[in-house]
């Protein structure tokens, strides 16, 4: 009897949801090869909003075992069309008052840990630029995650007593020489 090895593939899907009337729409992607819960990961855009970017990000997740879902910050097909656009996008969540960022980031994340797939005691954030400043945000938030990666987020926030909140482990990977991004 030959017996042929079952190959498993990245199911990739995109998901609308809400934070209040805001209609969002991310991208979920896991490897259909178990039917096991297993750790999730959100990963979160850069100031140009959910692009190719970061679903290839989720994807690669997916293939090492996680489900991975590419959140959505600005609301479903709003992209900004150029720099100044985006920086106007990224503006109105970084301003003094990031309640509405921590809102939309935290919606993302209750969506992952609702996955079927997914255990939601092991979860963990990363983000890109205005995504890195957006976990960290989450983190501060209290949010419940084993962890959050920032990778070139700005570091500042408006509310340094929210510290205190954080109930995971926290890397932020930030050049010393990055001209764009200060501390």
Same mark, same amino acid.
């Given at each position: 009897?030959? !017996? $042929?090895? @079952? %190959? #498993?593939?990245? *199911? ?20 259909? #090869? ?16 959910? =692009?190719? %970017? ?5 994807? *690669?997740? #997916? &293939?090492?075992? %996680?489900?991975?879902? #590419? ?18 996008? @990224? ?11 921590? $809102? ?10 609702? *996955? ?8 963990? +954030? ?8 957006? !976990?960290?945000?989450? +983190?501060? $938030? ?6 959050? !990666? ?5 570091? &500042?926030?408006? @509310? ?11 890397? +932020?990977?930030?050049? =010393?020489?990055?001209?764009? !991004?200060?501390?």
């Amino acid at each position: 009897m030959l !017996v $042929s090895p @079952a %190959y #498993a593939k990245l *199911q990739a899907k995109a998901i609308e949801y809400k934070d209040g009337d805001t209609v969002l729409e991310g991208y979920l992607v896991y490897d259909d #090869a178990s039917k096991e819960k297993r750790p999730g990961v959100l990963v979160v855009h850069e100031w140009m909003g959910l =692009g190719a %970017y970061e679903k290839g990000r989720a994807e *690669q997740l #997916a &293939a090492l075992g %996680y489900v991975a879902f #590419a959140a959505d910050i600005y609301g479903k097909g709003i992209r900004p069309k150029d720099g100044k656009e985006a920086a106007e996008f @990224a503006g109105k969540y970084r301003g003094g008052d990031r309640k509405v960022l921590r $809102s939309r980031v935290n919606a993302a994340l209750d969506l992952l840990k609702g *996955q079927e797939l997914v255990d939601p005691k092991k979860t963990a +954030a990363i983000g890109y630029c205005f995504g890195g400043t957006t !976990v960290l945000e989450l +983190a501060r $938030s209290g949010a419940d995650v084993a962890g959050v !990666v920032s990778f070139h987020g700005g570091l &500042a926030t408006p @509310a340094a007593a929210d510290a205190k909140n954080i109930k995971s482990k926290v890397l +932020a990977l930030h050049g =010393g020489d990055d001209p764009f !991004v200060k501390s």
